[in-house]
């Protein structure tokens, strides 16, 4: 019964690979987000989808490609990864916008 | 206890006083804020909100004032527990076509004393 949930839990890898994350909400929200999570616990909006439709993309590098293919899923795919990319990831959802978000557990990213 | 200024990093208190968390925010359009509890290892978790229509709101234990003419929010935590110890996140969320984009304050690690 896991409102948010996100897939993988911890993720390592190599600079350079490729990966992906998964995201889905069983609250019927119609607004879903990314945020990441530096070492000092800021916490910044990458993403936010509403119904599907990218609304918010927050001068995040080309190599992040979120794809939402229902209202339910938000994925957060990654090219060529970096070590500056090694952080916490968190989906989030929410009725709509301008409401509370539900977070999902994070998903710890370290890149080798 | 209490962070003064801003904000500060760090908030210690003795359990069973009360805890005040402050943050300014910076866009005076915002008209809506909420606080987030986050534990360690956890994702955030809502607390408590308020719209830009009031300037407190009163939950269990906890209480949110807003200030718009300074841009500053607080969150007061009466008879705090160990429980409470986590990082506390404002965030402020403008309206309309902007409303998702939130931006979330450095946040404040309240640690709570047994």
């Known amino acids: 019964d896991t409102a948010v949930s996100q897939t993988p839990k911890y993720l390592v890898t190599q600079m350079g690979n490729d990966k992906s994350i998964k995201c889905e909400q069983n609250?019927?929200?119609?607004?879903m987000y990314w945020y990441k999570q530096d070492s000092k616990k800021f916490l910044k909006i990458m993403f936010s989808?509403?119904?599907?439709?990218?609304?918010i993309n927050e001068t995040v590098p080309n190599r992040f490609s979120p794809k939402s293919p229902d209202k339910a899923h938000l994925n957060l795919h990654i090219n060529s990864l970096e070590l500056g990319d090694s952080a916490v990831y968190f989906c989030?959802?929410?009725?709509?916008?301008?409401?509370?978000?539900?977070f999902g557990p994070g998903t710890r990213l370290t890149v080798l | 206890g209490e962070s003064v200024g801003l904000h500060l990093p760090t908030l210690s208190v003795q359990e069973g006083d009360n805890s005040i968390i402050n943050c300014a925010y910076s866009?005076?359009?915002?008209?809506?804020f909420i606080w987030y509890k986050q534990e360690s290892g956890k994702g955030p978790q809502f607390i408590i909100d308020?719209?830009?229509?009031?300037d407190k709101r009163q939950g269990q234990r906890v209480t949110v004032l807003l200030n718009k003419t300074v841009k500053h929010l607080s969150l007061q935590i009466a008879a705090t527990q160990p429980g409470d110890s986590a990082v506390y996140f404002c965030?402020?969320?403008?309206?309309?076509?902007?409303?998702?984009?939130?931006?979330f304050g450095d946040g404040t690690t309240l640690t709570v004393k047994p």
């Open positions: 866009n005076s359009a915002s008209d809506y």
């Open positions: 609250l019927g929200h119609d607004t």
């Open positions: 989030a959802s929410s009725p709509s916008l301008g409401h509370e978000q539900f």
């Open positions: 965030a402020e969320t403008p309206p309309h076509a902007n409303a998702g984009k939130s931006t």
């Open positions: 308020i719209r830009s229509n009031m």
């Open positions: 989808y509403n119904n599907k439709e990218l609304i």
